[in-house]
C-alpha cells in the first residue's frame, strides 16, 4: 500500500521561508496527483491553502506557493508569520476515485 | 454562505452501528460530489468515502469498505454516512467535506465542523 510521506514537524523563523514536501513511499509525485495542502490548526476543520499542485485558494496570501520539486510536492512559505503556524496535510488523488493523505507537519514558527 | 453541519456522533459499543448526516446550505447540493474524511484524536486525516453528485457513484478506503455506507438524499440537501461493524480504531472526528468542480479529486472547498464518535465498550 502506498505511504504519503511529510516531514512530521518543521520550525521556521518569522520572515524565514519553509519548504515543506509530500512524497510517495514508491514513486514520485506529479501533477497527475492533484497535489493538495491543507492548513489546520487545533479544534477548526482543514482550511484549503493550494489545490491542483500550485492553485492558490481564495483568499490565501501569495506567501504561499505549491510546486513540484524533485520527486515530490512542495509547500513553499515565505515571510513566515506567527499565525502560520499550523499542522500542514498533504493530499494525493491515487486514481480510481481514491485519495490518501499524508500524515502531516506540524511547523512552528519562532 | 455555504454551510455543512454534521450530527449523529457519540459513544457506541464495538461492534454496533452509527449513522452519521451532513446538512449542506448555501449552494446547489445536487451539483457537487461530497466526501467524508476523518481524523483520530490527535492524529491526521484520512480519507473516508466519495459519492457523485447524483449519488450513482461511491468509493471507500480500503480501512471502511464493506462497513461504511455513503449515500446522499438531494432532496433534503443531506449526505450520510452509515457505519456498521464499527471498531476503536474507528474513533475520530468525521468532517463531511463538499467537492470542488472535479468531483472526486480531493480539493475540498468547504468543510464541516466535524462530529466526535467514539467506539468504546
Known amino acids: 500500500q502506498t505511504v504519503v510521506t511529510q516531514e512530521p514537524s518543521f520550525s521556521v523563523s518569522p520572515g524565514g521561508t519553509v519548504t515543506l514536501t509530500c512524497g510517495l513511499s514508491s514513486g514520485s509525485v506529479s501533477t497527475d496527483y492533484y497535489p493538495t495542502w491543507y492548513q489546520q490548526t487545533p479544534g477548526q476543520p482543514p482550511r484549503t491553502v493550494i489545490y491542483n499542485t500550485n492553485t492558490r485558494s481564495s483568499g490565501v496570501p501569495d506567501r504561499f506557493s505549491g510546486s513540484i520539486l524533485g520527486n515530490k510536492a512542495a509547500l513553499t512559505i515565505t515571510g513566515a508569520r506567527a499565525d502560520d503556524e499550523s499542522d500542514y496535510y498533504c493530499?494525493?488523488?491515487?486514481?480510481?476515485?481514491?485519495?490518501?493523505f499524508g500524515g502531516g507537519t506540524k511547523l512552528t514558527v519562532l | 454562505q455555504v454551510q455543512l453541519v454534521e450530527s449523529g456522533g457519540g459513544v457506541v459499543q464495538p461492534g454496533r452501528s452509527l449513522r452519521l448526516s451532513c446538512a449542506a446550505s448555501?449552494?446547489?447540493?445536487?451539483?457537487?460530489?461530497m466526501h467524508w474524511v476523518r481524523q483520530a484524536p490527535g492524529k491526521g486525516l484520512e480519507w473516508v468515502a466519495l459519492?457523485?453528485?447524483?449519488?450513482?457513484?461511491?468509493y471507500y478506503a480500503d480501512s471502511v469498505k464493506g462497513r461504511f455506507t455513503i449515500s446522499r438524499d438531494n432532496s433534503k440537501n443531506t449526505l450520510y454516512l452509515q457505519m456498521n461493524s464499527l471498531r476503536a480504531e474507528d474513533t475520530a472526528v468525521y468532517y463531511c467535506?463538499?467537492?470542488?468542480?472535479?468531483?472526486?479529486?480531493?480539493?475540498?472547498?468547504?468543510w464541516g465542523q466535524g462530529t466526535l464518535v467514539t467506539v468504546s465498550s
Open positions: 467535506a463538499k467537492g470542488g468542480s472535479s468531483w472526486e479529486l480531493p480539493n475540498y472547498d468547504y
Open positions: 459519492i457523485s453528485y447524483a449519488g450513482s457513484n461511491k
Open positions: 448555501g449552494f446547489t447540493f445536487s451539483n457537487y460530489g
Open positions: 493530499v494525493l488523488y491515487m486514481g480510481s476515485y481514491i485519495s490518501v
